[in-house]
């Protein structure tokens, strides 16, 4: 995923959910992708460079998007079905 690429719309911050679920890399919105690390093994689900980006992301989502939280957790509960 292009985590670079500013977020101009509501379609583009739901997709952006979307495209974290199908990459398992999902997180609750209010945490800092900084932090976030795969359960398994520890390691950071980021690098430092991607987290700037998705932090970015994340905020210009609560910009497009009426209910953030919503969108990402649909995002996850659709992965699979």
Known sequence: M???QPLTSEAEAIAFFQQLALEDKS???DDS????TYWVTG???FT???AEFVAARIAE???LL??????ALDAVNSVGE
């Open 48 to 50: 430092p460079l991607e």
């Open 33 to 36: 992708p900084a932090s976030i």
């Open 2 to 4: 292009n985590y670079m």
């Open 43 to 45: 390691e950071p689900l």
């Open 27 to 29: 997180f609750h919105p």
């Open 66 to 71: 009426d209910d953030v939280y919503a969108v």
């Open 61 to 63: 989502a609560f910009t």
